[in-house]
């Protein structure tokens, strides 16, 4: 979303407002003109003139400019065949980036974030920067807090480990101030905005971090632009020595010369390679788009494609959302029936402030109506497991996890709630409580009253997504507050693989149990949300590439934790807002498609960049074979530039959007020189060997139309070997390339200045073609060989 620019017309007066009734319209709009909206500090997004400019001006243009301007002054006209080439590949960076900035901006307009404010006595949703200094805002459990505020009404559990680090939870009551970036609990409150904009904490905090700190960039990406920066160091030098070396050492001509040295540089540059990286980045971020996921962050596009390990909560992502109340089981008869149950439950209910899936379900199943309203109430906390009601006169209950209640009483009823879990069963505990609920955890005595039966249905397609990673070598961690035995059993009815293998997060309580854990089980269950954070830390710590779905303030912390952070637009603002990928039908079973997405990408880019590099391999290691034997430099550009566009450019941009699923393993840039490197030494030996063939058989004057069709044959076998398996679309793509190559050398043989063979050019350039063969193989196979011993 696009931000404005702030300019303060005038200084207001603070508005005392009521948490009823809030600012007025008109306090409102005098607010908004006078720039006190909540208005972010971020940079605007990138205009059309931006990405024009960052796509024309760049390092390499100019040298080709340059290039293109030494080839002019010698009037050879037919060597500037490269720039079209150049043209054409700003031009497709300039229109796919233009493409993706539409596709993105209009998915971020409907669904920018909302907030929830009181104004003239009326709840209004409005976006977040259209909220103003003093207004009364709404915050829920699972909203992100997003302007300094201070409590007016209401009490909440609120957690500020996204901005201090501290992951405690932290209650809230009126007079309290609430710091932007945390975000709530539990509990609901009215607060009074007190700091908008550019003066709440976050947005110092983010204006002082970006004096500090650079754009992350993905492993991918920083290889290239390391690769770039090197390149674009050493070719202005390699150039000038090269010229001299053509012309004052070998006596060559200035034309000769400087065509020599363009063509070698031209080879050194790998011209297409940022932008078909930049293209395919682009145009998957618009793919994912139109399947309904947005992407916060775009590295984490080659996260995903490397992702082995895939941590899933147990509701939402395994289960549906919506919870149904199966039953209740009685534990004190002889003092409480199943009416008293009822009773108690509808008092508990209608005091409570909470509005989520188990307090629907519960609501829809104990529909007595209250006598009477709680003194007190602590609503659920995701660290305590349980809720609790004072009615007063020593009266409070508690409601949650069984053995986060009875603690050393838990074995008096463990076998009958592991059996009502073992079916699959979610199991809450009503009990009486006689201590204080206001006090942190149970001190005091407890009377078991009655077991509460809730279940979730399993999501129809889940099953068949789970089967789809486990096929796909992605091992699945099932991570759940819940009972550690309710969550196996479902997780084993959605087929995922180990779900047997559970254990009870309660007794992770060192970092060397945790790592010892993440390697022998696949479910844990009771998982405190600091806990989640640990167990994916010491995932990563196994050197595994994690990705963490989540839906609740509970996943907060591990989405922050993992390598790719994966929110459901219908959880809580926060998780949307922190994570790397939101899917906005809140659907598990798109992240199949979203995964192979991030593999497709990847996968073609490192293959498609293997064809530049082979090129840059070739042309760095005959350059400098020419320098340090004063050889003369056998190509010029227009022969060079008909290459590039049949076995490069063109290869290169359609198999980069071909299918591919296979898990992305190793560093970008080793596995792209890997297969690279083959290519680029067997060209370097054919080529010498046409020289060579052309000196003792007395052609030189054919060596260069040797040497490109030479580059040809060998850009030909390292089409094929990247291309396998061969499929219709690459055998199509093979022979158009070797069709272009023949009529291009054919038919406009003045324009690649290519001339024609005499039968002794023909048989040495078949000989060394048939040699070149088997040594390429041989080469494909010792780095093959290599590649597997990383």
Do not use: W
Request: charged share 20%; with cysteine.
């Amino acid at each position: 979303m696009r931000t404005q620019a702030i300019r303060l017309h005038k200084v207001l007066q603070r508005a005392q407002v009521g948490a009823e009734t809030g600012l007025t319209h008109g306090q409102v709009a005098e607010r908004l003109e006078n720039g006190y909206a909540n208005v972010s500090p971020a940079p605007p997004d990138k205009t059309a003139a931006r990405i024009v400019c960052d796509n024309v001006f760049t390092y390499f243009n100019l040298i080709f400019i340059v290039l293109s301007l030494c080839v002019i002054a010698v009037g050879a006209y037919n060597n500037l065949t490269f720039m079209p080439v150049v043209l054409i590949n700003c031009a497709i960076g300039i229109i796919q980036e233009l493409r993706a900035k539409r596709t993105l901006a209009a998915m971020t307009f409907v669904e920018a974030p909302q907030a929830e404010v009181v104004r003239d006595g009326q709840l209004v949703r409005v976006p977040h920067t259209q909220t103003v200094l003093d207004d009364v805002a709404v915050f829920r459990a699972g909203n992100q807090i997003y302007a300094d505020a201070v409590v007016l009404a209401g009490e909440c559990q609120v957690n500020e480990a996204l901005v201090t680090g501290e992951a405690d939870e932290i209650t809230k009551i009126p007079g309290d101030k609430l710091l932007s970036g945390s975000y709530l609990v539990s509990g609901e409150c009215r607060a009074r905005l007190d700091k908008v904009g550019r003066d709440s904490f976050v947005s110092q905090l983010t204006i002082e971090a970006r004096k500090n700190t650079r754009e992350k960039r993905s492993g991918m990406m920083h290889s290239l632009s390391r690769l770039v920066q090197v390149i674009g160091f050493i070719v202005i030098p390699f150039g000038a020595i090269m010229y001299y070396q053509q012309t004052v050492v070998l006596g060559r001509g200035v034309q000769e010369g400087v065509l020599s040295a363009v063509a070698a540089l031209i080879g050194m540059i790998p011209e297409g390679l940022y932008l078909l990286v930049s293209v395919a980045l682009a145009v998957s971020i618009m793919r994912l788009a139109k399947k309904r996921t947005l992407v916060h962050e775009m590295r984490c596009i080659e996260t995903l494609a490397r992702v082995d390990v895939l941590c899933v909560d147990k509701t939402g992502t395994i289960t549906e959302n919506a919870m149904t109340a199966a039953g209740v089981e009685l534990l004190r008869e002889d003092r409480f029936n199943r009416a008293d149950i009822d009773m108690i439950m509808a008092d508990y209910m209608g005091s409570m402030n909470a509005d989520n899936e188990t307090m629907a379900a519960l609501r829809a199943f104990f529909t007595g109506r209250p006598r009477r309203r709680a003194a007190r109430t602590v609503p659920f906390s995701s660290a305590l497991k349980y809720a609790g009601a004072s009615f007063g006169d020593g009266e409070a209950y508690l409601l949650g996890a069984p053995e986060k209640i009875l603690l050393q009483d838990y074995d008096n009823y463990s076998e009958r709630i592991e059996s009502l879990s073992s079916a699959g069963y979610r199991v809450l505990l009503l009990a009486l409580y006689d201590g204080d609920i206001a006090q942190k955890g149970i001190n005091a005595p407890v009377m078991p009253l009655a077991l509460i039966l809730l279940t979730n249905n399993i999501r129809p397609q889940a099953p068949k997504a789970f089967k789809f990673f486990a096929d796909q070598g992605v091992e699945i961690k099932v991570i759940s507050g819940d009972n550690p035995m309710t969550v196996s059993r479902i997780a084993q009815e959605a087929g995922i693989r180990g779900a047997h293998r559970c254990v009870d997060a309660s007794g992770l309580n060192t970092e060397r149990k945790i790592k010892r854990a993440v390697e022998e089980y696949t479910v844990f269950g009771r998982v405190t949300p600091e806990q989640k954070r640990k167990l994916v830390r010491a995932l990563k710590g196994l050197g595994r590439t994690v990705a963490m779905t989540g839906d609740g303030v509970n996943d907060v912390l591990a989405m922050k934790e993992s390598d790719c952070g994966v929110a459901m637009a219908s959880g809580s603002d926060v998780a949307c807002h922190v994570a790397h990928l939101v899917l906005k039908d809140s659907n598990f079973a798109a992240m199949p498609s979203v995964v192979m997405e991030g593999r497709r990408v990847i996968n073609n880019i490192e293959r498609s960049a293997s064809l530049f590099l082979a090129k840059n391999i070739f042309s760095f290691t005959l350059a400098a074979l020419a320098l340090t034997f004063t050889l003369t430099y056998p190509i010029n550009p227009a022969q060079l530039s008909l290459f590039n566009m049949m076995f490069i450019g063109i290869p290169s941009f359609v198999l980069a959007l071909e299918p591919n699923v296979n898990i992305v393993r190793g560093r970008f840039l080793v596995n792209v020189i890997i297969k690279a490197m083959p290519a680029g030494l067997t060209s370097v030996l054919a080529v010498l060997a046409a020289m060579k063939a052309g000196e003792m058989f007395g052609i030189a004057g054919e060596v260069s139309t040797m040497a490109t069709t030479l580059l040809a044959f060998v850009g030909m076998m390292m089409l094929f070997v990247i291309s396998r398996p061969l499929n219709p679309l690459r055998r199509a793509l093979m022979i158009a390339m070797g069709v272009g190559f023949a009529a291009g050398g054919l038919l406009l043989h003045d324009l690649f200045e290519l001339a024609a063979f005499t039968l002794k050019g023909a048989a040495a350039t078949a000989a060394i073609a048939a040699l070149a063969a088997p040594v390429m193989f041989i080469l494909c196979k010792l780095c093959g060989s290599i590649a597997r011993a990383k």
